[in-house]
Structures are given as structure tokens and as C-alpha cells.
């Protein structure tokens, strides 16, 4: 893929564009797997997207006002990329995270000028971050939005993070890729990445097969009681249905265990020198998973999302 250089006037200009990797090291069988490198972004993660789009549009119809607080409940990733946006725009960011989450993300959201509220553990445990935990932090941020006069994010409810990666994620891959892309695989928080993408990519392909992957044990998209609330795939698997899910964009669901998630983890540092986290480690090790299912055709291509840098955790 050709890449150019250009001058941006701000860092939230460097949002998106990222480079399509084909992952030939950890994957050696029949066909192959292309990931976004979405750990290249300026806060660190696919989540800057969202972000921009997020805060461009409460700007634009006045959601937002010149100067006003942002206020958002993240475990890590949006928060960066807020930040980001935020400092670009003169807004000050202020954001609750569950005490689970890794101190790496506090630092750096610290570094970017964020001020961070810690919210007590409700179920879960350092490293593992639940449902109920989340709850938890996004009331307070909604509480503090509302004393501080400043913009809630809310981004379970905000549909331009979905738009955002069907206008821009989804384009990106089709761009750079000779014939169809036969898979889809992504680990589902909000669900924006997912459900932007393979909206997108089902236009381009209707056979298209779109995996949301969940941690083994908490896998409430495919329909299955949850079993096992504590997991290391921080931001995804909460142990509900996301708000603005739409099943009839997923082909089925692909659990990964968290054993599976650190091999696969360890491979991308090892063979691939992709230092990245524990998410995007599952979202290949899903890819692997349908290359060999043999439901795709031999030469099949499945597009996946390196979502954040494994400097987080």
C-alpha cells in the first residue's frame, strides 16, 4: 500500500488513514488475514474515531459549547482519544474509569490532561473489568456532566461511533484490498467497530461472514448465560446486549478464552513485532478460528482490527 506523507494542522487530524497489515507470520494456512493498525492512532486506539466524530458532531448542533467540560465514562481507550480531541479543541476532559483497569491508562490520560475519577470496584477485580463496574462509572460521569454543565458522551447511545467506522474503517479496507473480503472479525463493547464495518462491508460483499468475538464464558451475543463476568478482554464483553446492537449484522458469534487471548498476544509481539493488547490479540485469534472452520473458500480474506497498543496494559 502506498502511503504518503501529508502536513495536518492538529493531532486529531492524524485520526484515522492507519495502514492495512496482512499477518502472514501467525497465520500460515489457507488464505489470509489483514488487520487495521488501529494501535497507531494518536491516543493509542480505534476509539479516536469515535471520538472525533462524537465531539465534531455535539459541536456542530450545539450539544457542546465553546470551552464546555467533556464528561465520559471510559476504560481507557476512549478517554484517549478524547483527550486528544479535546486538547485540540480547548475543551476540558474529565473522565470515570472503574478502579479494574490498568494503571498505564490512568498515566496516560493524566499525561494528556484529562482528570480522572477511579470508581470502586462493584464486581469484578484488578484487571478484570465487569458489566456492573462499567454501570457504575458511566452514573457518576452522567452525575458529573450534569453538575459541571459540561457534555456527556455517553457513547453506549452514540450513533456516529458506529458511522464513523462505516464511512471511514470499513472504506479504508476496501480501499487496499483486490476482490471480496470474505470475514469480519471484531471484539464487541459498544459494538461501533463492529456493526460500522460489517454494515459497510455487507454492502460490498452480502456474503460476507461478520464474527463478533466475545470472551468464552460471557458470550451474550450468541445467547448463552454468562458464565465467567472476570476476563482480560478490557473494553469489550460486559456481559450485556450493547444499546444500539443490531443481530441481524452478526453471522455468529467466536469465543476466545483468556489463555487463548495471551498466546495469541505473545504471537503478534513474537513473530509478527506487533506489540499490541489483548483485544486485538483475540480479534486474530478469531480470524484464525474461521480460516479454519472451512466455511470460507480457500483463498478466503478476513479483515480484522488491531485495537489498541499493548503499552495500555
Known amino acids: 500500500m502506498e502511503r504518503r506523507t501529508r502536513l495536518v494542522k492538529t493531532a486529531a487530524d492524524l485520526i484515522g488513514h492507519t495502514p492495512v497489515i496482512e499477518l502472514s507470520r501467525v497465520w500460515r494456512g489457507s488464505g489470509r488475514i489483514i488487520a487495521k493498525a488501529e494501535f497507531l492512532q494518536p491516543g493509542g ?18 450539544r457542546l459549547k465553546p470551552g464546555a467540560p467533556v464528561v465520559e465514562m471510559t476504560s481507557g481507550n476512549m478517554g484517549a482519544g478524547l483527550a ?10 474529565v473522565v470515570t474509569m472503574s478502579a479494574g483497569n490498568s494503571p498505564q491508562r490512568v498515566r496516560m490520560l493524566e499525561a494528556l490532561g484529562a482528570e480522572v475519577i477511579l470508581v470502586p470496584q462493584i464486581a469484578g477485580e484488578p484487571g478484570q473489568v465487569t458489566g456492573p463496574d462499567i454501570k457504575a462509572a458511566a452514573r457518576l460521569a452522567e452525575t458529573i456532566a450534569g453538575e459541571r454543565g ?23 479496507l476496501l480501499e487496499v484490498v483486490d476482490g471480496p473480503i470474505d470475514g469480519w472479525t471484531a471484539c464487541v463493547g459498544t459494538g461501533c467497530t463492529f456493526l460500522g464495518v460489517a454494515r459497510a462491508l455487507r454492502r460490498a460483499n ?44 452478526m453471522s455468529q458469534s467466536i469465543a476466545v478464552s483468556d489463555d487463548e487471548a495471551m498466546a495469541w498476544k505473545h504471537k503478534l509481539d513474537i513473530e509478527e513485532g506487533l506489540h499490541v493488547g489483548f483485544t486485538a490479540a483475540a480479534n486474530v485469534c478469531a480470524a484464525a478460528k474461521l480460516l479454519s472452520s472451512g466455511q470460507l473458500v480457500s483463498n478466503a480474506t478476513v479483515a480484522t482490527v488491531l485495537c489498541d497498543t499493548g503499552l495500555k496494559y
Open 45 to 62: 486506539s480505534v476509539k479516536d474515531r469515535a471520538a472525533r466524530a462524537i465531539i465534531t458532531a455535539a459541536r456542530a448542533d450545539g
Open 84 to 93: 486528544v480531541v479535546c486538547a485540540t479543541l480547548g475543551h476540558p476532559l
Open 150 to 172: 459540561g457534555f456527556y458522551v455517553n457513547q453506549f447511545y452514540a450513533r456516529e461511533g458506529k458511522a464513523a467506522h462505516e464511512t471511514g474503517t470499513a472504506s479504508e
Open 206 to 249: 452480502p456474503d460476507v461472514v461478520c464474527a463478533a468475538v466475545e470472551p468464552a464464558g460471557c458470550q451474550v451475543l450468541a445467547g448463552q448465560a454468562v458464565l465467567k463476568p472476570k476476563h482480560l478482554l478490557q473494553g469489550a464483553g460486559y456481559g450485556d446486549v450493547p444499546p444500539m446492537w443490531e443481530p441481524e449484522l
